[in-house]
């Protein structure tokens, strides 16, 4: 594999997220577009994460001496070349043949975290070997000892840096769309979803050559010949057990490295992940996919920073799309950010291309706010939030 | 096995060709010519059409099951075609073109005059008959039998009358353009079956890793099939005749307006013969990867399809078969009908004097309609006849190359032939080539010689002789009033007068893919890209070892006997032949196959084996001895209960095993090694099948333990031996008290919650005397564990007993 080469390319075609989405639409096939899309419920939860973190505004600060902005962002001993990382998502190799290989490569190219999903379709180690150990670990709570155990172990030796525990999906989330779209992982070969495919026929071919997406790292602790639709309860019941602060503490023992608690929005919670010694939480509602009335992370984050940003990293995601939404973020007392569908959009629209284009444009996006600003550096980002404290 | 969307599919298909042969049919000016179309007909026309005329439904079919069977090596047949492409469109085509004929007789005419004209006349319709028509027709009307369950004259029927219609009213042009429609149908139905299946396969990687080296292979010289200078010497002399003499593909250059039009149409034709390697054989390989248990390599296809293709995609490949079938079939109806009425009817009827277009017209189309009744009976014919004659009549196709091809080759180049040595030589070769045809397919060989070679050598020596025939009769005649010469082939390219330089550059280009295509497929069977195939997570490989769940099912009828249907509700393990093999793999599946149902009905626990083996020990041999113990044959614990053809069970019912070398089962109801015998039984001694106490037999206990769950009844079993002697079935059951006790004085049973019990199961095989393995065992397949380690705890494999019914299944 070539090394990390800077590789500043852009597609002209696609300069905002928006752009890749809508391209994106139109080469991944509806049951997986969905998949990725797709909120709980009545899809409410999408919406108020995106008005929430549209709603923060920011403030120039024009004629003072301006030296230049820097992105870099230092955490858990790592120094990162912007100030997001690659969100997990589930089943990636669904929306685009190889996408956490793509993504996980891309991201060390650039010198960003990437987060891989427990539930993605390529296999752990085979991803840490593509990061060489730069990627971050994402975490259910098997109910299994045994599994917990062992994919504890695996992640361990594999050489992951960090390890993010899920903690917001403590119920299978009720996803209207997939539910209509009968998905499974791997997908029933139904004329529905074939013909989906073949009217994705970039999707289809790559697809068909990488093989069909399947639960990499999950596979050899799933009963072999289970039928699909059988799978997803025992996913449901195995592998994403409920986790509460008992649950939280074994695995605090086990993992040496830093620990981050992701999908935290009541202060009550951020309190006890700093109880058990977790190093980091990450300010999420699951992309607005678990709880249909959950409020936006960002008003929360303003207070959970101004009380905890000494004790704890105080990271966010849900809702992010641009260089705005991420300033907006870190204006609001983020440290870091994450993003998830961005970057699939990007896969699905330029395909092995798509991961070092979005990157590219996000972080340039994040230039063109820094100085406009006239902020140095990302931790000043709180100084130029329009405050509403006011009230 | 299809779905009322399936039969939309095909009904759409149906009726859209039928739509665009007539729309073709009534496009065209009146008194156009039924045979050439008018000579309007374009490249990619004529390209699509040469390509979708090889391709039959009977090839389709074959070619995908020899690819199951064995590998790339049948796709030499396709990668070798364009060669002689290259020579229909540059050496044979300026001639066609330059003389302005319509048939492939009259050019023989020209040279030789009317002996020879007639002569082959009738050769060029027997050979559409036999070739084209009622071959085709049969095969195809077969498997429409297979795909839709409907009587075979009707399927014959039904599709004679869809090729029938348009080929009547719009003659060639509508035979062309359908045909470029059927191609592209061909290409995108065949190219989803490939992609579906790698898909289910699980991409690339996986086919490189689970594909045997061998199967990759394109030059096999030690192929046992077909040896390679059979292949060297023999292809060429048909392919000659098929691809540049043969009427029914040539008639698509005759249409051609000019001589660039046909060339650009032949080059397609051949650039787009790289393609059936990638779709039509490939994935029969990649089905071999799915599912290498299909015992009969022809029923591949059908079975890949309905394993793999969802509903709707099943009438699509229909579809496909059907569009197979009309476009070689119109072709042949279109030919024959071009034969008949130019070479036949306006000649010999008419005596050459002129005839209007228009009853010109009428009578090919008549004819046509003759034509297909014709190949009505002769399809319905051949069904009702033994299948013998059926492929007896195939076979003579390879023998009816080498006349034609010697008339071409030595005739048209050489102008020392007379029209006396080309005409007997024609006539003798025809009726060498019969007559060794029918006896070296019937294999008689009247003890002159041991055994007849492959055909495609046969069919080269013959052409040798019929050269020869050709040769020394010209030499002794003198030229006849009635012959003259054609042009040479500098006159005729001269007289074309067209710039061959691009089309050359084209044929080189293809030449360069061609042989990157065979070097690639060498490095794939070289074994090296088995390194460079996408690495496999380290844990998906470790957890090799086979796990099985069972589940509850209807007691079954003890007999012996194994009916699917008394099965159907089983746990089925497929695919013994590819099983570890502690002796020689297994590689021919009449040799040893079959397949295990496993179920329990709370009371027994049920395996239930059918086993295909052709040579079946002490039945269809003696009872020799091996040479490692003269008391093999005896029931004691000297004896070796598993000398023979017979089955091996063995449960580790506790479920432990620990991680070192060499431990074994204990020979109780914790866990244990059972055999099953066809010739020989504890209960029915030297004389019957049944029940033997197995291993290990050098403990006391566990031999007493097994002769009293023998003697018993806790373990049951019967044997039967297939009236045909292909191999033999039975069924084994065995009590879970006593032996499946999972803890100490704890039995299984079915109010458990789901159990999991170490499991391995073994096939053996002995075929003849002083084989090359321990023992003179010819096989020894072994459902888990490594060769020499596959009766060590730690190997067995895993079997999750459930209570209760199979959620889907609900009595």
Redesign the interface.
């Known amino acids: 594999m070539a090394g990390p080469r800077v590789n500043n390319f852009i597609d002209n075609r696609y300069p905002t997220v928006n752009d890749l989405r809508a391209k994106a639409k139109k080469r991944i096939p509806k049951f997986a577009f969905d998949y990725l899309e797709g909120g709980c419920m009545d899809e409410l939860g999408l919406q108020r994460n995106r008005d929430g973190i549209e709603s923060v505004q920011l403030r120039s600060e024009l004629l003072k001496p301006y030296a230049g902005c820097d992105l870099s962002v230092e955490l858990f001993g790592h120094t990162y070349a912007s100030p997001f990382g690659i969100a997990p998502i589930g089943l990636q190799g669904l929306m685009w043949p190889k996408a956490p290989e793509i993504l996980a490569a891309a991201a060390l190219a650039k010198n960003i975290p990437y987060i891989l999903s427990t539930v993605s379709s390529s296999?752990l180690?085979?991803i840490a070997e593509i990061s060489e150990g730069n990627a971050w670990y994402q975490f259910y709570n098997p109910t299994d000892d045994a599994i917990r155990k062992d994919l504890l172990q695996?992640v361990s030796s594999a050489g992951y840096k960090v390890l993010v525990v899920t903690v917001d999906v403590q119920t299978f989330g009720y996803r209207p769309r997939d539910i209509k779209n009968g998905l499974s992982m791997p997908p029933k070969?139904?004329?529905r979803?074939?013909?989906q495919m073949?009217s994705c026929p970039n999707w289809?071919?790559e697809?068909?050559?990488?093989?069909?997406p399947?639960m990499?790292?999950l596979?050899?602790y799933m009963?072999?010949?289970m039928?699909v639709d059988?799978l997803a309860e025992f996913m449901n019941k195995t592998v994403m057990g409920r986790v509460d602060i008992d649950g939280l503490k074994p695995i605090r023992d086990a993992w040496q490295g830093p620990l981050v608690i992701k999908g935290l929005i009541n202060e009550r919670d951020v309190e006890a992940a700093i109880q058990i010694g977790a190093d980091g939480v990450i300010m999420s509602n699951h992309g607005g996919r678990q709880l249909d009335a959950g409020e936006s992370p960002v008003e929360p984050l303003q207070r959970v920073a101004k009380k905890y940003g000494d004790q704890i990293k105080i990271l966010m995601d849900s809702g992010l799309r641009s260089g705005t939404n991420i300033a907006s973020a870190l204006a609001c007392g983020a440290e870091f950010t994450f993003l998830g569908r961005p970057f699939v959009y990007g896969l699905g629209a330029l395909g092995k291309k798509g991961g070092v284009h979005t990157i590219n444009c996000l972080h340039k996006q994040m230039e063109q706010i820094m100085n406009q600003l006239g902020c140095e550096r990302v931790d000043q980002l709180p100084r130029f939030l329009v405050s509403n404290d006011a009230h | 096995m299809l779905h009322s969307i399936d039969y939309f599919v095909i009904a759409f298909y149906v009726i859209a060709i039928m739509a665009v042969g007539l729309f073709v049919a009534s496009k065209q000016k009146k008194g156009a010519s039924l045979f050439l179309g008018d000579k309007s007909v374009g490249f990619a026309s004529i390209g699509m059409s040469i390509w979708g005329t090889n391709i039959g439904p009977s090839f389709l079919v074959a070619s995908f099951g020899a690819a199951y069977g064995s590998g790339m090596l049948v796709a030499n047949f396709e990668w070798m075609a364009w060669i002689f492409l290259l020579l229909l469109a540059m050496v044979f085509s300026p001639y066609y073109l330059g003389l302005n004929v319509p048939t492939i007789p009259q050019i023989i005419k020209r040279r030789f005059g009317d002996t020879m004209y007639r002569l082959l006349t009738i050769y060029s319709l027997c050979t559409i008959v036999v070739v084209w028509l009622g071959g085709g027709l049969y095969v195809g009307g077969l498997l429409f039998t297979q795909f839709m369950g409907w009587d075979l004259t009707l399927s014959i029927l039904f599709l004679l009358v869809i090729a029938t219609s348009f080929t009547v009213v719009g003659g060639l042009a509508a035979v062309i353009v359908t045909d470029a429609f059927q191609t592209i149908l061909m290409i995108v139905g065949m190219a989803a079956l490939t992609l579906i299946g790698l898909y289910e396969l699980g991409g690339v990687g996986v086919l490189i890793e689970k594909t045997p080296a061998s199967y990759w292979t394109l030059i096999d010289p030690d192929s046992p099939d077909v040896p390679w200078y059979s292949f060297l010497l023999g292809f060429p002399v048909m392919a000659v005749w098929f691809w540049c003499t043969d009427q029914t593909i040539v008639q698509r250059v005759f249409a051609a307006k000019d001589l660039p039009t046909a060339q650009k149409g032949v080059f397609l034709a051949a650039a787009l013969k790289i393609l059936p390697p990638f779709i039509f054989i490939l994935p029969g390989i990649i089905f071999f990867c799915l599912n290498p248990s299909v015992a009969n390599s022809d029923q591949a296809f059908i079975a890949m399809v309905s394993e793999y293709m969802p509903i709707g995609f099943r009438g699509l490949m229909i579809a496909v078969l059907i569009a197979a079938l009309i476009s070689t079939l119109d072709s042949g109806l279109n030919s024959f009908s071009t034969i008949f009425t130019l070479d036949f009817y306006q000649p010999v009827i008419h005596k050459g004097k002129e005839v209007s277009n228009k009853e010109i017209r009428f009578v090919g189309q008549m004819v046509t309609l003759a034509a297909s009744v014709l190949a009505f009976f002769w399809a319905v014919a051949m069904g009702s006849v033994s299948a013998n004659l059926f492929e007896l009549l195939q076979s003579l196709i390879a023998f009816l190359a080498p006349p034609l091809s010697t008339l071409f080759l030595v005739g048209l180049f050489w102008r020392r032939v007379t029209a006396i040595g080309a005409t007997y030589g024609f006539a003798l070769s025809c009726v060498l080539c019969v007559t060794v045809g029918f006896f070296s397919v019937n294999e008689k060989t009247f003890g002159l010689f041991e055994a007849w070679p492959h055909f495609l050598t046969t069919t080269f020596i013959l052409f040798v002789i019929s050269v020869a025939l050709t040769v020394v009769l010209s030499l002794l005649t003198k030229p006849s009033p009635d012959e003259q010469w054609l042009p040479t082939f500098k006159q005729m390219a001269t007289q074309n007068g067209s710039n061959s330089k691009p089309i050359w550059i084209a044929w080189g280009v293809l030449a360069l893919v061609m042989v990157s295509l065979y070097g690639g497929f060498q490095y794939l069977a070289s074994g090296d890209g088995e390194s460079s195939a996408a690495p496999i997570s380290a844990q998906a490989t470790e957890t090799t070892k086979p796990q099985v769940s069972v589940y509850r099912g209807e007691s079954p009828n003890f007999d012996g006997w194994v009916n699917p249907e008394e099965y159907r509700d089983a746990t089925k393990l497929d695919g013994i032949d590819a099983w570890v093999p502690q002796f020689s793999p297994v590689h021919d599946k009449a040799d040893l196959s079959g397949h295990v149902y496993i179920k329990h009905d709370t009371e027994y626990l049920y395996f239930a084996f059918d086993i295909t083996d052709d040579v079946l020990y002490g039945i269809d041999t003696e009872r020799w001895l091996p040479d490692e113990n003269p008391r093999a044959h005896e029931l004691t614990r000297e004896g070796f209960p598993w000398f023979g053809d017979g089955v091996e069970v063995l449960i580790n019912a506790e479920n432990k095993a620990g991680e070192q070398d060499g431990e074994l089962n204990k020979g109780n109801g914790h866990s244990w090694q059972m055999v099953v015998s066809t010739h020989k039984s504890r209960l029915g001694g030297l004389q019957k099948g049944g029940l033997l106490e197995g291993e290990e037999r050098s403990l006391k206990s566990a031999w007493d333990t097994y002769q009293a769950w023998i003697l018993s009844g806790a373990m049951q079993a019967k044997v039967r031996i297939k009236p045909d002697l292909s191999g033999y079935t039975l069924e084994w059951r065995i009590k879970p008290n006593p032996t499946l006790e999972i803890a100490p004085g704890v039995f299984w049973s079915a109010e458990m919650p789901v159990t999991e019990m170490g499991l391995n199961l073994a096939v053996g095989d002995l075929d003849k005397p002083k084989q090359e393995n321990w023992g003179g065992f010819h096989h020894e397949n072994w459902w888990s564990g490594e060769r020499d380690k596959r009766t060590w705890l730690k190997h067995w494999g895993t079997m999750r007993l459930y209570g209760d019914y199979r959620s889907e299944y609900n009595p």
């Open positions: 296999g180690e085979r695996r070969m139904t004329l979803n074939i013909m073949l289809f071919i697809t068909a050559l990488a093989g069909k399947e990499q790292t596979k050899p009963p072999k010949g039928p059988q």
